[in-house]
Nanobody, 124 residues
Framework: QVQLVESGGGSVQAGDSLRLSCAAS????????MAWFRQAPGKDREFVAA????????SYADSVKGRFTISRDNAKNTLYLQMNSLKPEDTAVYYC?????????????????WGQGTQVTVSS
């Protein structure tokens, strides 16, 4: 069972950048499709970005397209989310998630493994 640990969150100003990382415990990380979701206070957890196990396909929520980039380094068992031009509405706890069999990359219930989350706060 893969364990996921996020890092890189923090408090920034609007327009700043952050890079989140998600370290996986297993060398089989390269077999997992991976994604980032986020949850703001009082809201449901929502899809942010996803990447297939090879890294060949990515998917983004419309709200982050052109600003966020998901990537992975299978040699380091690590998933990344580069976040540029941050906005106050990006404030949330960010979770990484992994799944072996993911039919639709943006669907939360397709992922079996979740990290504990990292807080991102963007002030105006």
């Amino acid at each position: 069972q893969v364990q996921l640990v996020e890092s890189g969150g923090g408090s920034v100003q609007a327009g700043d950048s952050l890079r989140l990382s998600c370290a996986a415990s297993e060398r089989t990380f390269s077999r997992y499709h991976m994604a980032w979701f986020r949850q703001a206070p009082g809201k449901d957890r929502e899809f942010v970005a996803a990447i297939t196990f090879t890294g060949g396909t990515t998917s983004y929520a419309d709200s982050v397209k052109g600003r966020f980039t998901i990537s992975r380094d299978n040699a380091k068992n690590t998933l990344y989310l580069q976040m540029n031009s941050l906005k106050p509405e990006d404030t949330a706890v960010y979770y990484c998630a992994g799944g072996l069999r993911v039919g639709i990359l943006s669907m939360r219930n397709q992922y079996n493994y979740w990290g504990q989350g990292t807080q991102v706060t963007v002030s105006s």
